[in-house]
């Protein structure tokens, strides 16, 4: 029998915790998210459903250059250094505006029971 749901939420909430900050990636990021990296982190903080999907809101980014590409948004422990929990490339708008400002509006990583 395969985890139910009540496991993901315990396990989603764990990684809810785990998860402080976001960072974008200007490209695809290797596997320790230290290439590729724009503007500075900012501190987040996830909901997790009742079947284990945690959810990030809105998140606005400051600091990147006019009109910089914007591919994907990676999940760290940390403001500064901490540990890697692995990003995922982002859909729509790919550029920040002409002030360096982009905002991922939202970002859900789904779980499931089988």
């Known amino acids: 029998m395969a985890l139910n749901d009540a496991a993901l939420v315990v396990g989603a909430n764990a990684i809810d915790v785990a998860i402080t900050h976001f960072q974008l990636f200007s490209a695809a990021t290797n596997a320790t998210g230290t290439t590729n990296a724009v503007g500075a982190r900012q501190a987040v903080n996830g909901t997790v459903d009742a079947d284990g999907d945690i959810t990030w809101g809105s998140t606005a980014f400051t600091g990147l250059t006019a009109n910089q590409p914007v591919h ?41 029971a089988t």
């Open 72 to 112: 994907s948004v990676g999940y760290f422990s940390a403001l500064t250094a901490g540990t890697f929990y692995g990003s995922t490339v982002l859909t729509g708008d790919a550029t920040a505006n002409a002030a360096g400002e982009y905002t991922v509006t939202s970002v859900a990583e789904n779980s499931t």
